[in-house]
């Protein structure tokens, strides 16, 4: 099993930027890839970002291309999401996530469910 705890969440205006980050501890080699995913009120749960544990290669959502950047420590066990030029509609609940099996094709790295732990996520703000 993979814990995971987030932090670095707040409130920041329109323009701002935010650094979350997710230690993670536990099975630690076993993670292929770490996610970051995001929930509105009322929505779903949206994929925001992703990094292979291994090469570190990243996968990012069409909303956060340019603005986001998602990093890890392997010696640390910890992810990072910086996040600049922040727009109302980024306010969300934001979840560290652990993939364990391994995925051939990008695409599943983007699906929730194919994660096998979360964080508790952390609250994210943006007043305009």
């Known amino acids: 099993q993979v814990q995971l705890v987030e932090s670095g969440g707040g409130l920041v205006q329109a323009g701002g930027s935010l650094r979350l980050s997710c230690a993670a501890s536990g099975s630690i080699f076993s993670i292929n890839h770490m996610g970051w995913f995001r929930q509105a009120p009322g929505k779903e749960r949206d994929f925001v970002t992703a990094?292979?544990?291994?090469?570190?290669?990243?996968y990012y959502a069409d909303s956060v291309k340019g603005r986001f950047t998602i990093s890890r420590d392997n010696a640390k066990n910890t992810v990072d999401l910086q996040m600049n030029s922040l727009k109302p509609e980024d306010t969300a609940v934001y979840y560290c996530?652990?993939?364990?099996?391994?995925?051939?094709?990008?695409?599943?790295?983007?699906?929730?469910?194919?994660?096998?732990?979360w964080g508790q996520g952390t609250q994210v703000t943006v007043s305009s």
């Open positions: 996530a652990a993939q364990r099996r391994y995925y051939r094709g990008s695409y599943y790295y983007t699906i929730g469910s194919t994660y096998d732990s």
């Open positions: 990094i292979s544990w291994s090469d570190g290669d990243t």
